[in-house]
């Protein structure tokens, strides 16, 4: 995606479960990966992971084995029950908590939000999702925008959330989010 390899000497984690949504997942991952960044995939068991539509992605990691100093930021893909399964993972949550609250930037697409209510870093937050989780991360604090790829910068310290909707706003998603892990 880049010619500059600005993420160079970052390590960025992706976390997710079986049914994630496959282009969420890979084509983010080799957005940032193309712009430099070491890639970790975590899943909650350490073992490889089957994307709705078939994909299989490797683990490097279980969500358990990855301390949030070690990363640089994380990606969080969609996926209905991807989502809905990694926000029950207690070590997905804190890993995700502690990013954030370490000023350290996410880029979430579609459900992958869902994890942000359980992980409690939304409150002064502006996004977008997957229009039916609108409701869920307005009660959360947010103030949910439909728009391609918001990118809020977090409050006193926080770190910048970077958001989308769905597959059809990956162009606009993949441009933001390597800019904000650039940034940080």
């Keep these: 995606m880049s010619d500059q390899k600005v993420l160079t000497g970052r390590t960025v984690v992706v976390l997710a479960t079986d049914g994630f949504e496959d282009s969420e997942l890979t ?9 430099g960044a070491a890639v970790v995939v975590a899943t909650p068991g350490g073992s490889a992971i089957t994307g709705k539509n078939g994909t299989e992605v490797p683990a490097d990691a279980g969500t358990a084995d ?12 969609g996926g209905t029950s ?22 350290k930037p996410v880029g979430v697409i579609c459900h992958g939000a869902w994890i942000l209510t359980d992980a409690d870093v939304l409150r002064g937050r502006t996004l977008t999702s ?17 728009e391609e790829a918001p990118t809020c910068e ?23 989010v390597v800019a904000a892990f650039a940034a940080s």
Excluded: E
Aim: hydrophobic share 50%; net charge negative; proline share 7%.
């Design 130 to 146: 997957f229009p039916s989780l609108r409701t869920d991360l307005v009660n959360a604090g947010a103030t949910w925008v439909d």
């Design 82 to 103: 991807n989502a809905d399964a990694l926000r029950l993972d207690a070590a997905a949550v804190s890993l995700v908590r502690d990013v954030v609250t370490a000023g």
């Design 66 to 77: 990855v301390d949030a100093s070690t990363v640089d930021a994380v990606l969080l893909p």
């Design 27 to 35: 084509s983010p991952r080799d957005a940032v990966s193309d712009a």
């Design 154 to 176: 977090g409050p006193a310290g926080a770190g910048t959330i970077v958001s989308s909707r769905t597959p059809d706003d990956l162009p606009a998603f993949n441009a933001a």
